[in-house]
């Protein structure tokens, strides 16, 4: 029996499913989660000792790599000083300044401690501006565990949301309306039919959560237009694309304007950071100034806001997109030639350092779909992958992350890895 196996019979007696999160578990792919102890730049050890080049994460905030230098030393000098005050400090200024110089059409911020917070947080600030309960989002996007969020499509196209999730009152799910994403005729009939009633649209810019998705010309068109048009707000959560895609994350690279935007994962730079922000007169609805409450314990935390400012700071003096870019290509390129090779059908979707290896032959534009994906052949390449030291997702609808530490000999070992996995599926 290996150490992790060991350590996962023995959390299967403290938390649900032996995990604090649901995909850790492995469900999607079979088998025994790992356990890890230690991480530097783009390589992960577990506690068996074997290595594995890393293409998870943490599910995107390791953007610069594990355990960089920088944001190291400087979570460590912050935790000197106290690990938490719940009281201003001017490491929250730090980073706040790093977020608006690459955001500058928000005015106002509010930090968190996670994305969840963040877009759920958001969700009220909009009910609470516009006057209006009704919200739309995309099947397939996932904004956090709230529960306004946590719905699916009614049965027909334009029907009133159904829970995703035990707990969540269907009337509360009822306000909610899902929409296929890519579907700008849709989104279009949702507005006429409960325009005025619509508080805000959200939506993940380019999508992770079903996999990456690119969002086409016309439905960024309808974002930007419609939500405006019926004075609802749209809610760009940018969790897992700020400063991924670029410094402005989606919306520097599509052109979009969010009226809120909902950061988290790189912000933090490895510690629990989300954060919300937008125009003045949205944002000071928010309490201490206005009547929309929100408030946490650790949002503003003096260690994480100094990790995520060296973290940004670097992204700043040393932008590394153009390589994660580049770096991205080659591993992507790579994948689909060797997939060709070997007679898999698949679909790579990429997007800067984002992609997703969909096991299918059509095109994957929305979650139906993302859906007709061969999730067991995903199993059996993900287990091809990690058995040979490469950490891929544990999940076929979920992104892959290249760090501006990935080096060359780490894509080409993916590749020849990748070559004996597709063998596999
Ligand atoms: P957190 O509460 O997990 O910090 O953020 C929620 C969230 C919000 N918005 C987007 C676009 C997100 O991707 C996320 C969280 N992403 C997942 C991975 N797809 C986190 C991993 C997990 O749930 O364990």
């Known amino acids: 029996m290996t150490r992790s196996e060991t350590f996962f019979r023995q959390a299967k007696n403290v938390f649900v499913g032996g995990v604090n999160s649901p995909v850790r578990a492995f469900r999607a792919v079979g088998g025994t989660p790992l356990f890890f102890e230690s991480a530097r730049g783009a390589v992960l050890k577990d506690v068996d000792g074997k290595s594995y080049i890393d293409y998870v994460g943490s599910w995107g905030p390791m953007i610069l790599g594990h355990a960089h230098p920088k944001v190291v030393g400087a979570a460590r000098r912050a935790v000197e000083r106290g690990s938490s005050f719940g009281a201003p400090s001017p490491l929250e200024l730090d980073l706040a300044r790093l977020v608006r110089e690459a955001y500058p059409h928000v005015d106002l911020l509010r ?3 996670s994305g969840t917070e963040a877009c759920l947080s958001a969700l009220r600030l909009a009910r609470g501006y516009t006057g209006r309960s009704l919200i739309v989002k995309f099947a397939g996007c996932y904004h ?113 304007r969010a009226d809120l935007t909902c950061f988290g994962k ?102 139906v779909s993302a859906e007709k994906s061969d999730t067991r052949a995903y199993g059996k390449f993900f287990h091809g992958l990690l058995k040979r030291g490469v950490y891929f997702p544990p999940s076929q609808f979920e992104a892959c992350f290249v760090s501006a530490v990935h080096t060359l000999e780490d894509i080409e070992k993916t590749l020849i890895v990748a070559d004996a996995a597709f063998r596999e599926v």
Do not use: C
């Open 266 to 367: 790189i912000i933090g730079g490895g510690f629990p950071v989300g954060a919300f922000g937008g125009a003045k007169r949205i944002m000071e609805k928010l309490a201490p100034l206005g009547p929309v409450y929100q408030a946490g314990t650790l949002s503003g935390n003096p260690v994480a806001m100094a990790a995520g400012a060296a973290t940004l700071s670097i992204l700043k003096s040393d932008p590394p997109y153009t390589l994660l870019r580049d770096r991205t290509d080659d591993l992507v390129h790579g994948i689909r030639a060797v997939a060709r090779r070997r007679n898999v059908s698949v679909i790579v979707n990429a997007v800067g350092s984002m992609f997703t290896v969909f096991f299918t032959k059509g095109p994957v534009t929305d979650l």
């Open 111 to 113: 930090f968190t401690s």
């Open 144 to 256: 956090g565990h709230g529960d306004s969020l946590l719905v699916s499509a009614g049965s027909g196209a334009l029907t009133l949301g159904h829970p995703t999730s035990a707990g969540v009152p269907k009337e509360l799910a009822r306000l909610t309306i899902v929409l296929p994403y890519n579907d700008p005729a849709a989104l279009a009939q949702a507005f006429k039919k409960w325009g005025e009633k619509i508080a805000a649209v959200i939506v993940e810019p380019v999508v992770g959560n079903m996999g990456v998705v690119l969002p086409t010309g016309e439905f960024q068109k309808a974002l930007q237009r419609l939500p405006r048009l019926h004075g609802a707000l749209l809610i760009v959560d940018e969790v897992m694309t700020g400063f991924r895609l670029a410094r402005g994350g989606a919306q520097e690279l599509l052109g979009l």
